[in-house]
């Protein structure tokens, strides 16, 4: 395939896909629907034509078979009054409309054949026209319904992606807030351990808080062992004085 070739194939599709893009079926079929009525408008025009030429055929006809008829009761007087070459000029007159009126009876039966064709043809365009309007119809409310389902279902599929992108982020979130408080867990334990040192140097080591442990619990000794000295001390100033009373 030479390049003009591809070029021009490509041409030919991105318009065939711009142009199935841009059409739409229901204004495809109005537009078909009005020029059906543009050809049922017409034919019934000539149907109206044919029947007046028709008509008027008829006028003439009528006319004409007047004048004969006037003319054999011309033929008639002029005999009966003597005139014979009178009478045969009127016969003869007569002979010729007769003429006239036998070609135009043949016009007019042929107008008339015409004319029942055509009324047929325009009747059965009509119903076809009316049929087609019906079947026409029936598409574009189809089109539509089925346009308006698939706007919906884009618009549940953009929801539904847009739910799970806000699901993911939900799950992201969670999993470094789970992050984090491992990790804050992790370093309250080594700095409970004293393995991690507190920047603020309120973390002790593991042997000074056994020291303090241990002062804390001598203390608590000591204050004991006070109490006690205490209250055997005021045990033993009673007996004292009791003894002193005595002797």
């Given at each position: 395939?030479?390049?003009?070739?591809?070029?021009?194939?490509?041409?030919?599709?991105?318009?065939?896909?711009?142009?199935?893009k841009?059409?739409?079926?229901?204004?495809?079929?109005?537009?078909?629907?009005?020029?059906?009525?543009?050809l049922?408008?017409?034919?019934?025009?000539?149907?109206?034509?044919v029947?007046?030429?028709?008509?008027?055929?008829?006028?003439?006809?009528?006319?004409?078979?007047?004048?004969?008829?006037k003319?054999?009761?011309?033929?008639?007087?002029?005999l009966?009054g003597?005139?014979?070459?009178?009478a045969?000029?009127?016969?003869?007159?007569?002979?010729?409309?007769?003429?006239?009126i036998?070609?135009?009876?043949?016009?007019h039966?042929?107008?008339?054949?015409?004319?029942?064709?055509?009324?047929?043809?325009?009747?059965?365009?009509?119903?076809?026209?009316?049929?087609?309007?019906?079947?026409?119809?029936?598409?574009?409310?189809?089109?539509s319904?089925?346009?308006?389902?698939?706007?919906?279902?884009?618009?549940?599929?953009?929801?539904?992606e847009?739910?799970g992108?806000?699901?993911m982020?939900?799950?992201?979130?969670e999993?470094k807030?789970?992050?984090?408080?491992?990790?804050?867990?992790?370093?309250?334990e080594?700095?409970?351990?004293?393995?991690?040192?507190?920047?603020?140097?309120?973390?002790?080591?593991?042997?000074?808080?056994?020291?303090?442990?241990?002062?804390?619990g001598?203390?608590?000794?000591?204050?004991?062992?006070?109490?006690?000295?205490?209250?055997?001390?005021?045990?033993?100033?009673?007996?004292i004085?009791?003894?002193?009373?005595?002797?």
């Amino acid at each position: 395939m030479g390049l003009w070739q591809r070029f021009t194939l490509i041409f030919k599709s991105k318009a065939n896909k711009a142009l199935d893009k841009a059409e739409d079926p229901r204004e495809t079929l109005d537009y078909s629907y009005e020029k059906q009525l543009e050809l049922l408008q017409k034919v019934r025009r000539g149907v109206a034509d044919v029947a007046t030429s028709r008509k008027r055929l008829e006028l003439q006809i009528t006319q004409l078979e007047q004048q004969s008829q006037k003319l054999e009761g011309q033929a008639k007087a002029a005999l009966a009054g003597g005139r014979e070459d009178l009478a045969r000029e009127a016969l003869t007159r007569r002979s010729g409309l007769v003429t006239q009126i036998g070609d135009l009876q043949v016009q007019h039966a042929a107008l008339a054949d015409q004319e029942e064709k055509l009324v047929q043809a325009s009747q059965r365009l009509q119903a076809k026209v009316e049929s087609f309007r019906t079947k026409k119809e029936t598409i574009k409310a189809t089109y539509s319904a089925a346009e308006a389902q698939t706007k919906i279902n884009e618009a549940f599929s953009g929801i539904s992606e847009e739910l799970g992108d806000v699901g993911m982020a939900i799950q992201r979130a969670e999993d470094k807030t789970a992050q984090m408080q491992a990790r804050g867990a992790a370093i309250d334990e080594l700095l409970a351990s004293g393995a991690l040192d507190d920047p603020t140097g309120t973390s002790k080591d593991s042997i000074t808080i056994e020291l303090e442990r241990m002062a804390s619990g001598t203390e608590v000794e000591s204050q004991l062992a006070a109490m006690k000295a205490e209250l055997e001390g005021g045990a033993a100033a009673p007996a004292i004085e009791q003894g002193t009373t005595e002797s």
